[in-house]
């Protein structure tokens, strides 16, 4: 279903006027004073550009590069970046409240303190990016960004991603499972099981016999998983097994 949407975004932005181009004189004003309020910067090409504190409310930025720009503090209000690159971009306490970030490629960028109040992230790609604020998405979305950071083995990312989703939703079991998961591969095996325990006491309490009995699964897994193999019995395939399984658990919740 995410990733319905995220095609989805894609097309649309495939869709934007791409024959169009920035206006000279708004990309000179933007480049020698850092303001231009509704400017036409559509196709712009701004990679790695010191826009630091850049007032660009309500600018046309459709298709622009702005990959690696440094955007910190910047003025995005309202701002159109439909199919925009910001990859790496750094957004720290930027103001992006009601950009258009339709297939907005904002994967490895710094979003720490970014107003981001009335931006919907739905189709924008978000793999790697840092500091999203829990006003950011619902519990759901931080749920499925932190599946694309797993997807990557970007096991640290999705931490991130289900802290902020428990944060939004406290009884989000699958969040607990998820998380559970990811401490596991960052070696966490105290933390990893102190999350599945959690999820299995919700998923009881909410009468998901099924799920509570997978994330019981789970707990004995990185329990057998974390007990050392002595050399006479192998081990090695039966410990892959685990590992297996105990991914393949984890999919289901996505």
Aim: a neutral charge; one cysteine or more; glycine letters at 10%.
């Amino acid at each position: 279903m995410l990733w319905k949407t995220l095609t989805a975004g894609l097309i649309l932005a495939l869709l934007a006027p791409a024959a169009r181009a920035e206006n000279p004189e708004h990309l000179q004003k933007l480049l020698s004073t850092k303001s231009c309020v509704q400017c036409n910067l559509v196709n712009a090409g701004l990679v790695m550009g010191d826009l630091t504190g850049a007032n660009l409310s309500q600018a046309n930025l459709i298709g622009a590069n702005l990959s690696q720009a440094n955007l910190v503090g910047a003025n995005l209000r309202g701002a159109n970046l439909t199919g925009a690159s910001l990859y790496g971009a750094d957004l720290t306490g930027a103001d992006l409240t009601g950009a258009i970030v339709t297939g907005t490629d904002l994967r490895e960028s710094f979003l720490s303190n970014a107003n981001l109040t009335g931006t919907n992230l739905q189709t924008a790609y978000l793999q790697g990016a840092t500091g999203l604020s829990a006003s950011a998405g619902s519990a759901t979305d931080f749920t499925n960004w932190a599946y694309l950071e797993w997807n990557k083995n970007n096991y640290t990312g999705a931490v991130d991603h289900f802290n902020q989703a428990i944060r939004l939703d406290p009884k989000m079991a699958q969040a607990y499972l998820g998380r559970s998961m990811a401490r596991y591969r960052l070696r966490d095996d105290a933390g990893a099981i102190a999350d599945a325990t959690k999820a299995q006491q919700l998923f009881t309490a909410a009468g998901d016999l099924k799920n509570a009995q997978s994330a019981q699964n789970i707990i004995k897994g990185i329990e057998i998983a974390s007990q050392p193999t002595k050399p006479s019995q192998g081990g090695g395939g039966s410990l892959v097994d685990v590992l297996t399984g105990l991914s393949s658990m984890l999919l289901k919740f996505f």
